[in-house]
């Protein structure tokens, strides 16, 4: 098992929400978000740098809509452009080579076996598996495959030509629940009222045009393409898409549910957890050990005034030489979270 250590993410711990409706009707796909099907959907909040408010705003939107019904999960994405282009035509290439959409889905919220979707502008796809996030030891199964997958891709404007006027992209998927529930609680697809983990992702890479191409921009010093850009619905705090306990709340509401969605306040509980966790990992890589109690895990300052009041509150650590259990009651004590050295949190 990978121990190394890891970044804690530079932003507070407020990850977006998105109240999931019921669809009205069959989704015929063409690509295009501007159909009844799509109008009362609202839009996700604009997309934002993956590190959060530390970096600039992008400079072309990027945004996304969500329902469901008893068969799928459906997203909609559009991806405002004017350099449409894509080269990767067969299925689970890497597909972030190109510019892309991504989807991350973690079902139970324990950030261990989630789903992870890319497509490009010529609608080709790769869906995976995540066993753990890389930074626990992975691994991806790249063979996963979400049976009964339907997508498509509309362009307004041309694809691969340089010359041509384009406006933007648009992504529809459908994605079925029978796949989906494979690592849901209790192997179930969602009720409603419940929420799921999600996150979408947008990959944008620099070109030049030559010759009536696109081409990656090179960067002189290094004679590689220059890094590309992740734009992300709910901000990471860290240029790491798999933090899963960063990513937003999809709430799936019933037939004429209010529309509101608020923070369950054992997140606030799973949250202090993983702060730990990620203190523990760090502890670990410098000094080969677990801290068997709090005090080696605070640092200076106030802002840890919140993790430094865990004592009184329930917190209990296990350790031994490679591993440990750190434990936290629920917000309203009739229970208790547990997370372990790779990052597997879970309710007993």
Same mark, same amino acid.
């Given at each position: ?24 009707g ?18 996700? +909040?604009?997309?934002?740098?993956? +590190? ?5 705003r ?5 945004r996304?809509?969500?329902? %469901? ?6 997203? /909609?994405?559009?991806? &405002?452009?004017?350099?449409? %282009? ?5 299925? +689970? ?6 510019n892309?959409? +991504?989807?991350?889905?973690? *079902?139970?919220?324990?950030?261990h ?21 890389y ?8 063979? %996963? ?23 933007? %992209? ?11 529930? &494979?690592?849901?609680?209790?192997q179930?697809? *969602? ?13 944008? $890479? ?6 009536g ?11 590689? *393409? ?35 969605? /608020? ?32 005090? *080696?895990?605070? &640092?200076? /300052? ?43 949190? $879970?309710?007993?």
């Amino acid at each position: 098992m990978n121990l190394g250590g890891m970044p804690e993410p530079a932003i507070d711990f407020a990850p977006r929400s998105y109240v999931c409706g019921r669809a009205p009707g069959k989704l015929e796909l063409d690509g295009r978000l501007d159909k009844p099907f799509w109008a009362n959907a609202p839009w996700t +909040e604009s997309f934002v740098d993956i +590190e959060g408010d530390v970096k600039p705003r992008p400079g072309k939107l990027t945004r996304a809509k969500m329902l %469901w019904d008893d068969e799928y999960f459906y997203i /909609g994405a559009q991806l &405002e452009e004017d350099e449409i %282009w894509a080269t990767l035509t067969e299925r +689970e290439s890497v597909i972030f080579y190109d510019n892309d959409f +991504e989807i991350f889905i973690d *079902p139970d919220g324990d950030s261990h076996q989630y789903y992870e979707f890319e497509i490009n502008a010529l609608n080709t796809v790769w869906d995976l598996m995540l066993v753990t996030p890389y930074r626990d030891g992975g691994p991806p199964i790249n063979g %996963w495959d979400i049976r009964g997958l339907r997508t498509a891709v509309h362009i307004d404007g041309r694809l691969n030509d340089p010359s041509a006027e384009n406006r933007s %992209w648009s992504v529809e998927v459908a994605m079925p629940w029978k796949i989906l529930r &494979e690592c849901a609680e209790g192997q179930k697809p *969602p009720e409603a009222g419940q929420y799921w983990r999600v996150n979408f992702s947008r990959v944008q $890479w620099q070109v030049d045009k030559e010759n009536g191409e696109y081409r990656k921009r090179i960067n002189p010093q290094t004679d590689r *393409p220059y890094p590309e850009d992740n734009w992300v619905w709910s901000p990471q705090g860290v240029v790491n898409m798999h933090y899963p306990e960063m990513w937003g709340f999809v709430h799936f509401a019933g037939e004429g549910e209010a529309e509101t969605f /608020g923070l369950p306040a054992d997140e606030t509980v799973k949250w202090k957890l993983r702060r730990l966790y990620y203190r523990q990992r760090n502890l670990y890589e410098r000094s080969g050990s677990f801290a068997p109690g709090l005090a *080696p895990l605070l &640092e200076d /300052g106030d802002a840890d005034k919140e993790l430094a009041a865990l004592d009184g509150q329930g917190l209990s650590i296990e350790t031994t030489k490679h591993s440990f259990r750190m434990r936290l009651p629920s917000a309203d004590g009739s229970a208790a979270y547990w997370i372990r050295e790779d990052g597997k949190l $879970w309710k007993e």
